[in-house]
């Protein structure tokens, strides 16, 4: 799916050097890797760059590696997002414990795959969920309870909030795929 392999971004980056208060929040999560698109892009505003970083939830919450990136790669890979998918997957799969049919089941598959225990299985019909209705039924968060605690389940609703507004950016912007980044499975 190399739908913007050949086309530029909508919004160029900003022109190196940036401020430095953007460029030493870029090297605190970069740690010592190029900027990603996403992030010189979102640096041509620094109002607007902040508000990004300092809304981020890939600290350490109330969610383990792996429930985090389940919902990050279900989300991004719904919405078509390859630009952030790839980056995630890329990044954090193997940490997150993903093995590769777990992650093409994330991009093409559901959430009654094999690959799956009955606790991500309830992550993947969350993020369906939040995707196709904007909610979660009374009979999804009686599961979801099941295995997190309120605190978590806010963090759940949250992070796939998050993903899909920069899912929405990515695509808006049709950023060019990272060159590191993984693909779509085809």
């Not at 904007?134 to 963090?155: F, G, N, P, R």
């Amino acid at each position: 799916m190399d739908r913007y392999k050949n086309r530029s971004a909508r919004i160029a980056p900003a022109t190196p050097p940036l401020p430095a208060d953007i460029q030493q929040a870029i090297d605190a999560i970069m740690r010592g890797k190029p900027p990603l698109v996403l992030f010189t892009t979102l640096a041509r505003d620094r109002r607007l760059f902040f508000k990004f970083f300092n809304s981020g939830l890939l600290d350490r919450g109330h969610l383990t590696i792996r429930q985090r990136e389940i919902v990050i790669d279900r989300v991004t890979a719904a919405c078509g997002a390859e630009y952030e998918w790839g980056v995630h997957v890329s990044t954090f799969a193997a940490k997150a414990g993903l093995s590769e049919h777990q992650i093409a089941s994330l991009t093409t598959g559901g959430p009654h795959d094999e690959c799956w225990d009955d606790a991500d299985r309830v992550l993947i019909r969350l993020c369906d969920s939040l995707q196709r209705s904007c909610t979660v039924d009374d009979d999804l968060w009686a599961q979801l309870s099941t295995y997190h605690s309120d605190e978590a389940i806010l963090e759940l609703l949250m992070l796939a909030g998050t993903y899909r507004t920069v899912s929405y950016l990515v695509n808006s912007l049709r950023l060019p795929l990272e060159h590191s980044a993984r693909r779509f499975p085809t």
